[in-house]
């Protein structure tokens, strides 16, 4: 019941809101940071009564819904989403933070925002597939408004079309559902939606078994997004309001990597198999081409938005690396590229409320007029480019030694994208911080507020305590992710040929055998000194 009381807290607040009088601005700000700051402390208190020993889902209810569909509410958290759980209890909060100067429709915005916090704690907790595919829809419909509503000049297009690329993977995904549902019903004779059910009784023949797998990767691979599929953000991010965008990178992206590690791999542990070299290709293209469109940017908000391209296509590569390293590293590095780009977002907010433009030849010079606001962006795009003792480092070096692992090729093409990012990421910061202040309308600017810190530093926190102590984080995902890859390892359903020596490609080029996925179990530990 705590775990249903703090996914569905955010919606009360929404509807307390909706009596509450839309002129008294000031009592529906309050009353939505109260919200969502409760909501936020509560989750802290799931993480630390959580159980990292075990794999098992904790915190669990499940109680009929729609019996004569076997659909039941059944919520829970294990190590894989606990913290992305957390996270968006976090990123609510300062999301209302940094909505306080919201002018217009305070009362409707601060709504659609606790809606949007519930819609997407749902996802992170949902046990059953009909509840997962309800919350996966239900979460659009805030964002959308938020986007359409408060976002920029073209937030309209840009709403309508992350709507219409969202609900064409979602329609397909839907399909699968409902394939697996009638076919669990007519194999085990149970009625039944329930995931972890499915996951130990999914049986059908390989070829179905990749068509459902790919119903599954569109509709994730859009939300994460993947290249090809990423076209929609770009436009998403820049037209939404600053607090959509921290939403959109924090915790909206997450749902699709989510997803691929809830369904795709424990679902299809051997047509995941057979697929890494293609969702291994599509990362690196990803990591390589979006670190090279955020080079060219004039906008920084553009610049950012590409950046997550890139960023997203290292989690993906992790997350198909199938082993300890490259899961862990996409775990974590799910929290930093919500913690780093968020705060990026945040920032580049900042200027934005002052000069109205984001486009970097506008500024220059503001390191001596605004040197609190340069040191925390300098922070932050240090932390975006994997400096070592930040968080990005953490997960980057562990998703490198999981794909190197795998296919040392891959590991380098990924690596260029490391560099490619300290090209765009300190160009962009010379230009805007340590140019000539040319432009006079920048000379008058006031450095960073308190409620501006109130979000900006807290994310700062973060970025040094996991780059410096992991460990906590690590621990609370570590025998999830030990469950997870050995569901998907090749003993469980024979010999691949993926799997073999093939001389011609060199010995590089094959997956990680069982046994070498046996010694780099026992050396998990390594990785949590960093």
Same mark, same amino acid.
């Given at each position: ?6 996914? @569905? ?12 009088? $839309? ?35 904790? @915190? ?7 019996? *004569? ?34 002018? $217009? ?18 996802? @992170? ?5 009909? /509840? ?6 239900? #979460? ?18 840009? %709403? ?12 397909? /995904? ?51 997004? /993947? ?47 057979? @697929?890494?070299? /293609? ?48 899961? #862990? ?37 503001? %390191? $001596?007029?605004?040197?609190?606001? *340069? ?95 992991? $460990? ?36 590089? *080029? ?15 530990? *390594?990785?949590?000194?960093?």
């Amino acid at each position: 019941m705590f775990l249903t009381f703090v996914t @569905f807290l955010p919606l009360a607040g929404a509807a307390f809101l909706i009596f509450t009088p $839309k002129e008294n601005a000031a009592a529906i700000k309050q009353t939505a940071l109260a919200v969502a700051a409760a909501d936020f402390l509560l989750s802290l208190f799931l993480w630390t009564n959580f159980d990292n020993t075990t794999h098992k889902m904790q @915190f669990e209810l499940n109680v009929p819904w729609i019996e *004569a569909w076997g659909i039941n509410f059944h919520v829970g958290l294990d190590g894989i989403s606990l913290l992305l759980y957390v996270m968006t209890t976090f990123l609510t909060m300062i999301c209302v933070i940094a909505s306080w100067d919201v002018k $217009k429709y305070i009362r409707e915005y601060m709504i659609a925002m606790l809606t949007l916090s519930t819609g997407m704690l749902g996802v @992170f907790v949902a046990l059953d597939l009909f /509840m997962f595919y309800v919350f996966w829809e239900f #979460q659009l419909i805030p964002m959308y408004i938020i986007i359409g509503v408060w976002g920029g000049p073209r937030r309209v297009y840009a %709403s309508i079309k992350f709507f219409l690329f969202t609900a064409v993977g979602s329609l397909l /995904m839907l399909v699968a559902i409902l394939w697996i549902y009638f076919h669990i019903q007519e194999t085990t004779g149970v009625a039944t939606a329930d995931i972890l059910y499915i996951t130990e009784h999914l049986s059908a023949p390989l070829g179905t078994q990749k068509w459902l797998w790919m119903a599954f990767f569109l509709a994730f691979a859009i939300k994460v997004p /993947m290249f090809p599929f990423h076209t929609w953000l770009p436009d998403a991010h820049v037209e939404a309001p600053t607090a959509g965008s921290v939403i959109l990178a924090g915790v909206l992206l997450k749902m699709g990597t989510y997803g691929f590690l809830r369904f795709n791999l424990p679902f299809f542990p051997q047509v995941s198999y057979e @697929f890494v070299p /293609m969702v291994a290709w599509l990362s690196i293209i990803g990591i390589i081409y979006g670190a090279l469109v955020s080079m060219v940017q004039i906008d920084l908000k553009k610049l950012v938005a590409y950046s997550s391209v890139s960023h997203l296509g290292f989690v993906m590569l992790g997350i198909f690396a199938l082993n300890p390293y490259g899961i #862990q590293g996409a775990l974590i590095q799910n929290i930093n590229h919500g913690i780093s780009t968020g705060a990026l977002f945040l920032l580049v907010g900042v200027i934005y409320d002052r000069r109205h433009t984001r486009l970097i030849e506008e500024f220059g010079g503001l %390191s $001596k007029v605004m040197p609190k606001y *340069a040191v925390c962006f300098m922070i932050v795009a240090l932390s975006s480019i994997g400096l070592p003792g930040m968080n990005g480092f953490v997960g980057e070096f562990l998703i490198l030694l999981g794909i190197f692992q795998v296919n040392a090729i891959w590991a380098a093409c990924a690596t260029s994208g490391i560099i490619l990012a300290a090209c765009y990421i300190l160009w962009m910061f010379q230009r805007v911080m340590f140019m000539e202040a040319k432009n006079p309308k920048n000379l008058a600017l006031q450095d960073i507020n308190i409620r501006e810190a109130f979000t900006i530093v807290p994310l700062i926190i973060l970025i040094f305590w996991i780059g410096l102590y992991p $460990k906590p984080f690590m621990d609370t995902f570590d025998t999830s992710v030990t469950h997870l890859v050995a569901k998907v390892s090749p003993d469980n359903f024979g010999p691949s040929p993926r799997n073999r020596h093939d001389d011609q490609r060199g010995k590089h *080029a094959r997956l990680i055998t069982p046994t070498e996925m046996a010694s780099l179990h026992h050396k998990l530990q *390594a990785p949590k000194k960093f």
